[in-house]
């Protein structure tokens, strides 16, 4: 019996995914680290919270690559159009989430 024929994967997909969990654990590490040296009421100085700042930018990032290849690339073309404009809406939205969280966490530093 043969197999259903399978789609076949993009190519960008193992590397989105490899990225996204690589910077996933940076930014556990980071916030492990962190914990364990302002656990005693030390302070940290405000360039090191680039650290998670950043896996947390590629976290976000390759989830959205991930989600345009499951969306978008993977659509049909009668419904390309409609899959990109949700999908632009929907990244739009992500990363001004991530903007204003750092923008946040940035300026509760620069106040007290």
Known sequence: M???DTPSRH???K??????????AILLASMGWFSSHTGDGGTLDAAWLLIP????LGVFLSFIGLM???WVAA??????FRHKVIFSLLAVT?????VYGIANTWFSLNAS
């Open 94 to 98: 992500l990363i001004s989430v991530w």
């Open 75 to 80: 659509a049909d073309t009668a419904n390309r």
């Open 2 to 4: 043969s197999q259903p």
């Open 53 to 56: 700042a950043m896996a947390s």
């Open 15 to 24: 590397p989105l995914l490899i990225a996204e969990f690589t910077a996933l």
């Open 68 to 70: 345009y290849l499951r």
């Open 11 to 13: 190519p960008l997909r």
